[in-house]
């Protein structure tokens, strides 16, 4: 059975901190691209930032670098999100998600966060 467990989310203060983390189960995580999305009320769901299957690369959007890291470790099936001098815009549900094109793409439940101003 496939499980991608968030968790980490919370409320948090302009300018501050968080870490999320997404620990896999039911798949060969290593072999699968890791990413971070967030949906805010009434928007579209959006990428965050994506990391390959061996670390060696990833990706953001415009509006988190330089602020956000994604990292993963394979030993412990585990892909996390550090979030730095967060702003009331970061505020959404942060869902991880695992590709692997024609394997499989699996989705968490999702973790709140919300940034207070």
């Known amino acids: 059975q496939v499980q991608l467990v968030e968790s980490g989310g919370g409320l948090v203060q302009s300018g501050g901190s968080l870490r999320l983390s997404c620990v896999a189960s039911?798949?060969?995580?290593?072999?699968?691209?890791m990413s971070w999305y967030r949906q805010a009320p009434g928007k579209e769901r959006e990428l965050v930032a994506g990391?390959?299957?061996?670390?060696?690369?990833?990706t953001y959007a415009d509006s988190v670098k330089g602020r956000f890291t994604i990292s993963r470790d394979n030993a412990k099936n585990t892909v996390y999100l550090r979030m730095n001098s967060m702003k009331p815009e970061d505020t959404a549900v942060y869902s991880c998600n695992a590709i692997k094109w024609g394997w499989g793409n699996y989705w968490g439940q999702g973790t709140q966060v919300t940034v207070s101003s």
């Open positions: 039911g798949f060969t995580f290593s072999t699968y691209v």
């Open positions: 990391i390959t299957q061996d670390g060696g690369t990833t």
